[in-house]
């Protein structure tokens, strides 16, 4: 009960909310892009597949430490390519809402390959003779999209956005290399702010107790 009254819950709560939403809208579509162009099996499409996959084939912490370098203000190469445009530097990971934007730029790298297989799958199981059916009766691609793959392929986009929510909530290790939960508590999820109860804090039943709620 003290957890639940305790307002660092309810913030972290909030901020795995928020990556939560972001990340699905930013994932799930672009999986399903991604899978339709692979679908139509075009030249170098199982070259162009490999290389898709590639960011689910490293660690996270790899990752962390890449992006972070990468997000640093001085040396990085995104501020740095930014500078080419005339565009003034970002302190990615010194403010809460470009850090957020940061880990959700971070995690979806690394998820949508994930997303993208599924879908892939889903709609290699549809059956070509219905896109048939449906190209006879004059239907266009955003029809058949709409009213045919969608449908289709609606279950394994709820069984997607199950697991990615599962992600996030024990989202931790590219999250602590990339902002410690920072600034201050800016970033700290509710995984992370499990982990800092009970190993930072020594905190250790509190830390049970939301480790039990995620």
Known sequence: ??????????S???????????????????????????HENLRGTKIFRSILITP???????????????????LGVI????????????????????????????DSWQSIPFVMLLVLAALTAISPSLYEAARVDGASSSQIFRNLT???????LLVITMIKIMDFLK???????????????????LGLWTYKTGFI????????????IV
């Open 56 to 74: 689910m084939l490293l660690t996270p912490v790899a990752v962390g430490l890449t992006y972070r370098f990468m997000f640093d203000t001085d």
């Open 79 to 106: 501020n740095w390519t930014l500078g080419l445009l005339n565009i003034e530097k970002v302190n990615w990971l010194g403010s809460q809402t470009s850090a957020l934007f940061a880990i959700i730029i971070v």
């Open 150 to 156: 969608l449908p289709l392929i609606t279950p394994t």
């Open 12 to 38: 972290t709560f909030q901020i795995t909310l928020v990556i939560t939403i972001f990340g699905l809208l930013v994932q799930i579509p672009l999986g399903i892009i991604l899978a339709l162009a692979l």
């Open 1 to 10: 009960l003290n957890v639940l009254k305790a307002p660092e819950t309810w």
């Open 201 to 212: 804090f020594l905190e250790l039943s509190r830390a049970a107790a939301l480790g039990v």
């Open 171 to 189: 989202l931790f290790d590219t999250l602590f290399i990339l902002t410690r939960g920072g600034p201050g508590n800016a970033t700290t999820t």
